[in-house]
Nanobody
């Protein structure tokens, strides 16, 4: 697999988790990287994205609670999640994508993703 996530799990509301994504092919290349999530019977949605320069963008639902970052030396993408809510429960996917023109200002679109990880489950209990 080209993208491998880890770090999911079960936490109580208000707790924190850090997701990691090993992405040796993408973190230092010309691609943008992002995290998506998909809850049961819902569409996959962009959560957070980071472009080649390190600029970031977040969904309105997670802004201020989640932080995306990447470590090019370790070829790893991260998603720090805090103040978790039950509605954050979903399968979380790491993705590599073509970058939009200009500076990234919104989460990446599913339509531009070139590679997906297998997903890691995050469950937040009330």
């Amino acid at each position: 697999a080209q993208l491998v996530e880890s770090g999911g799990g079960s936490v109580q509301a208000g707790g924190s988790l850090r997701l990691s994504c090993a992405a040796p092919r993408y973190t230092y290349s010309g691609y943008c990287m992002g995290w998506f999530r998909q809850a049961p019977e819902k569409e996959r949605e962009g959560v957070a994205s980071i472009d080649r320069s390190g600029s970031t963008a977040y969904s309105e639902f997670v802004k201020g609670r989640f932080t995306i970052s990447k470590d090019n030396a370790k070829n790893t993408l991260y998603l720090e999640m805090s103040s978790l809510k039950p509605e954050d429960t979903a399968m979380y996917y790491c993705a590599a994508s073509f970058c939009p023109p200009g500076t990234i200002d919104r989460p990446l679109s599913v339509s531009t993703v070139v590679s997906w990880g297998q997903g890691t489950q995050v469950t937040v209990s009330a």
